[in-house]
């Protein structure tokens, strides 16, 4: 079992930055592929980054891709996601997830443990 507790969100205005961070429990971290997703009100939730279990792959969401980093340090047990150039459509609970496998994927189907989520908030 693995546990992800999710910190760093908050109120920023656009254009600003805010790194998220997910802290997981376990001795397995370093084999898990991780990603980021998040969910607005009212909509679906939708991915966002991925990461392979070396962080030596990485996948990005068009709407974030050149804004956004997702990084991972295996002797910390944690992965980032650097959000920089906010938009207020970034606005959304933003939710880290481990997946039991080296590949990353970008579907939440594919994602075995979840945090419970922080929210980001984008003002315009």
């Known amino acids: 079992q693995v546990q992800l507790v999710e910190s760093g969100g908050g109120l920023v205005q656009a254009g600003g930055s805010l790194r998220l961070s997910c802290a997981a429990s376990?001795?397995?971290?370093?084999?898990?592929?991780m990603g980021w997703f998040r969910q607005a009100p009212g909509k679906d939730r939708e991915f966002v980054a991925a990461?392979?279990?070396?962080?030596?792959?990485?996948s990005y969401a068009d709407s974030v891709k050149g804004r956004f980093t997702i990084s991972r340090d295996n002797a910390k047990n944690t992965v980032y996601l650097q959000m920089n150039s906010l938009k207020p459509e970034d606005t959304a609970v933003y939710y880290c997830?481990?997946?039991?496998?080296?590949?990353?994927?970008?579907?939440?189907?594919?994602?075995?443990?979840w945090g419970q989520g922080t929210q980001v908030t984008v003002s315009s």
């Open positions: 997830a481990a997946r039991r496998y080296r590949t990353l994927a970008e579907t939440t189907s594919l994602y075995d443990y």
């Open positions: 376990g001795r397995t971290f370093s084999t898990y592929a």
């Open positions: 990461i392979n279990y070396s962080g030596g792959s990485t």
